[in-house]
């Protein structure tokens, strides 16, 4: 058997902008896909504090050290800018493996730069 188990977490970024004519998808700044291990093309799950959507989408990159957060295409009908979100990728694990799964966590400041 496999779990669904919580692999990263970007916890309260700031939507930087959003672009409702583009393809679809989260620009996220690189820095931050690293630090969370989310791979561009990634599939992550966007929680957003102030209006209580949630959504799906994956994750294309952002310019590093810029904090950029941007939804694009229908995913920017979900959001305004400022808005606080928590963006979340998850993996399969096996069942033997999934109580030693340890995801990684990462806080943002209102900048979005990771705090130490």
Avoid: Q, W
Wanted: glycine share 6%; proline share 3%.
């Amino acid at each position: 058997m496999y779990r669904t188990m919580l692999k990263s977490k970007i916890h309260r970024a700031r939507v930087t902008k959003t672009l409702l004519y583009y393809e679809g998808s989260i620009t996220i700044d690189v820095k931050l896909l690293e630090a969370a291990d989310i791979l561009p093309g990634e599939k992550v799950e966007i929680l957003n504090l102030n209006n209580g959507s949630r959504l799906e989408t994956y994750a294309i990159k952002a310019e590093s050290g810029s904090g950029e957060i941007c939804l694009n295409g229908p995913s920017a009908r979900f959001a305004c800018e400022g808005d606080e979100i928590i963006i979340l990728a998850y993996a399969l694990i096996s069942d033997a493996e999934a109580g030693r799964v340890k995801p990684k966590i990462i806080h943002v400041d209102a900048s979005n730069k990771i705090k130490a």
